[in-house]
């Protein structure tokens, strides 16, 4: 095991990791930007570095500010947390080349499966279900037109190197492709610096799930169950809860079999998430692989009673898994919550600012994962992440209730937040009966 890591993120994530290795007796080293002196992760961590202004591009982003703590600090791993760099394969490599071991997967099964059209090879070659589209990116106007009248409308247009919904087009007739066609290619241009696209067909109405999974580097692999995260707004999750509502133990079992084939096909160690779309009929289709820990992993801790960040550790340092898929046995159900600090009664609007009061919920089965206290500044630089709220329960009604009281209970004051609208979507009809969809919350719940 690792003596001394650095954790290269900030916020809720970064405090995550911190508390894991001091309850395994490794040494943390926290990065800072001039924005975050007074975050709580630098009391916590054993040593901290500032690394740049609060720009993320000047700090968060800056391999080399990273590297230079990495090696003054002389920590032997990184872990970088969930957004910023955690799926970037050049920082990956970087590490690799410093010999400071990188807490994620080898460069390679990053660099094929961050590419989507990649991906969707190697999921054909793991016979795990893709959705029907174009064989790689789609080059002009005129290619697309055809592939368009070959798989029909409605489709997606998506960036071929990235994620979070952006370099993303929806198209349901050939007058909007063109336009469409051009507006994802700039836009991915601009967020991921590469203006590939693919095109699919758009599956409508459906769940979104993803299999958790963990692989070591001695050739084993299980799968940890299912989050179901449906309830999302323009490809941003809102809520998460495991196992889903809406899936049978066969699907389950196979969903997470294929998870499991198509990891092993791309040569895959760490913890990872393969993101599937389920239609009511629930015929399944891959759409990518995160290739790190998630924002929602705390609900599979919760039903699995794992700690993923632990298991992260102890992969990469060379250490077997120790358990077979047989020893995973989820109990109850969990269900996360993200409070935002944003008002979704202007569209979701970020709303930073001081938090004149803030009291969390507790009590048994509740855990909330912050980095926010009263007195607290939201900044206005990064993710509008201010907690995550988990709630475990015997079954689904019971986490469902639990929840309500926990939101009940939340004190966020001083600016606006999302609990409002977690309320409401735990006494919609819709979420109760598990009929809700990917775009619930853009076309009926909004209005």
Known sequence: ??????????????????????????????????????????????????????????????????????????????????????????????????????????????????DKVQAREIAKKANVPTVPGSDGPVENDQAALEIAHKIGYPLLIKAAAGGGGRGMRAVHNDASLVPAFAAAKAEAQIAFGEPAVYMEKLVENAHHVEIQVIADTHGNAVYLGERDCTMQRRHQ????????????????????????????????????????????????????????????????????????????????????????????????????CRINAEDPSLNFAPRPGRLSMFFPPSGPGIRVDTHAYTGYSVPPQ??????????????????????????????????PSTIPFHRRVLDHERFLKGTHYTKFVDEELME
Not at 69 to 78: K, P
Not at 81 to 95: H, T
Not at 285 to 311: C, K, S, W
Not at 385 to 409: F, P, W
């Open 382 to 415: 990064y993710d509008s992440l201010v907690a995550k709220l988990i709630v475990h329960g015997g079954n689904r009604d019971e986490a469902i209730q639990k929840t309500r009281l926990a939101l009940e209970e939340f004190v966020l004051e001083g600016i």
């Open 1 to 114: 095991m690792f003596s001394r890591v650095l954790v290269a993120n900030r916020g809720e994530i970064a405090l995550r990791v911190i508390r894991t290795c001091k309850r395994l007796g490794i040494e943390t080293v926290a990065v800072y930007s001039e924005g975050d002196r007074d975050s709580v992760h630098l009391k916590l961590a054993d040593q901290s570095y500032c690394i740049g202004p609060p720009e993320v591009g000047k700090s968060y982003l800056k391999i080399e500010n990273i590297i230079a703590a990495a090696e003054v600090a002389d920590v032997e791993a990184i872990h970088p947390g969930y957004g910023f760099l955690a799926e970037n394969s050049r920082f990956a490599d970087v590490c690799r080349s410093c010999q400071i071991s990188f807490i994620g997967p080898p460069v390679e099964a990053m660099q094929s499966l961050g």
């Open 237 to 336: 999750k809102l809520i998460e809860e495991s196992p889903s509502p809406i899936l049978t133990k066969k699907v389950r079992e196979e969903m997470g079999r294929a998870a499991v084939r198509l990891i092993k096909h791309a040569a895959y160690q760490n913890a990872g998430t393969v993101e599937f779309l389920v239609t009511k009929d629930l015929n399944y289709y891959f759409i990518e692989v995160n290739a790190r820990i998630q924002v929602e992993h705390p609900v599979t801790e919760m039903v699995t009673g794992l700690d993923l960040v632990e298991e992260q550790l102890r992969v990469a340092s060379g250490e077997p898994l120790k358990y077979k898929q047989k020893n995973i046995s989820p109990k109850g159900h969990a269900i996360e």
